[in-house]
């Protein structure tokens, strides 16, 4: 009776033991759902046929970004962001020069809830304006110069869940395929298009507010 007693013992022990175990292996460590916030920096370089002495004397500058993100499930994500660079000028005789990208896309993530790290792919549409304004031209004169149009938004990166409900995210992306109209001093001559290619490397910080209430 006395070895029933104890097997039985030994069992719920057991039970109990392996329950909490896995309970603490299962233990959620991540998530894509609901709404998100995020901010970052980034470094952004461009390229254009079109604009051979722009690129090449301010094809690169750091910049800053801001995404709201909202996740259906841990697969599926829509987003919307927009990024600011500012490029130097100097090399250019320019007062500044500038660039913009409005993005909105679907992001898929992978991997599962009981790991921290979430890689992702996006695709999307990013509508880029590059603006230089007061560019010495060869006559000596200023112009004012604008380029703007829509293009193709390919990306992918990293979540890093420090702990719920903040990561540290990480992400690469191209905006290529554009053909932007070009823009000089308010008038586009001769229907003038440029072929516009970027591309940006960011790091930041995503908080996931449906982890928060």
Do not use: C
């Amino acid at each position: 009776m006395k070895s029933v007693r104890f097997m039985f013992l030994f069992v719920g022990i057991s039970l109990l033991v392996s329950n909490t175990l896995w309970g603490q292996t299962i233990r959620q460590r991540s998530t894509t759902e609901g709404l998100s916030l995020g901010i970052q920096g980034h470094y952004m370089g461009w390229s254009s046929d079109h604009f051979q002495f722009l690129d090449e004397n301010a094809g690169s500058g750091p910049g800053i970004g801001g995404r709201v993100g909202y996740g259906f499930n841990q697969r599926f994500e829509v987003f919307a962001q927009y990024d600011f660079n500012s490029l130097s000028a100097t090399k250019i005789a320019a007062k500044s020069f500038h660039f913009t990208h409005a993005t909105g896309g679907v992001r898929f993530n992978f991997s599962a809830t009981t790991h921290a790290l979430r890689p992702y792919a996006e695709l999307g549409y990013a509508y880029q304006t590059g603006k230089a304004d007061q560019v010495l031209n060869v006559n000596g004169g200023r112009d004012n110069l604008i380029f703007k149009g829509g293009t193709l938004h390919v990306g992918a990166g990293l979540n890093y869940f420090v702990s719920l409900p903040v990561a540290i995210t990480l992400n690469g992306s191209l905006q290529a395929g554009a053909k932007s109209p070009v823009y000089v001093n308010g008038i586009n001559f001769f229907d003038e298009k440029a072929d516009v290619t970027a591309f940006r490397i960011s790091l930041g910080v995503v908080v996931y507010l449906s982890e928060l209430f």
